[in-house]
Nanobody
Framework: QVQLVESGGGLVKPGGSLRLSCAAS????????MGWYRQAPGKQRELVAT???????NYADSVKGRFTISRDNAKNTVHLQMNSLKPEDTAVYYC????????WGQGTQVTVSS
C-alpha cells in the first residue's frame, strides 16, 4: 500500500519559515509528479506547488517567490520550503503523488499567527 507521510508543520509567526517534508514508500518515486496542496477551514483544497519527474515546477500565484518545492529521489522525499509566511497560509498541507493514479498523505497543520 502506498504511503505518503508529511512532517514539519507547526505554529509560526508571520514572516517566519517552515519546511515541510513528505516521505513516500511503495511507489517508484522518481517517476511520479509530486505536489503540495492545502485546505483552509471552510475552503476547498487548492494547489500550492508541483514538481515533475524532470524537476519542472509550478506554483500557485499566491506563493510564488515565497515557497520552493524540491525533491530528493534518493530519499523518496519531497520538500516544501515556506518563507515569509502569512496568516492566510494557515491550512492543512497535503502531499500528493500522481502518475496514472493519485495518492494523498494524511496532511500536516500549518498555523501562521502572532
Amino acid at each position: 500500500q502506498v504511503q505518503l507521510v508529511e512532517s514539519g508543520g507547526g505554529l509560526v509567526k508571520p514572516g517566519g519559515s517552515l519546511r515541510l517534508s513528505c516521505a513516500a514508500s511503495r511507489i517508484t518515486f522518481s517517476t511520479y509528479t509530486m505536489g503540495w496542496y492545502r485546505q483552509a477551514p471552510g475552503k476547498q483544497r487548492e494547489l500550492v506547488a508541483t514538481i515533475t519527474k524532470d524537476n519542472s515546477t509550478n506554483y500557485a500565484d499566491s506563493v510564488k517567490g515565497r515557497f520552493t518545492i524540491s525533491r530528493d529521489n534518493a530519499k523518496n522525499t519531497v520538500h516544501l520550503q515556506m518563507n515569509s509566511l502569512k496568516p492566510e497560509d494557515t491550512a492543512v498541507y497535503y502531499c500528493r503523488a500522481a502518475l496514472l493514479a493519485g495518492y494523498w498523505g494524511q496532511g500536516t497543520q500549518v498555523t501562521v499567527s502572532s
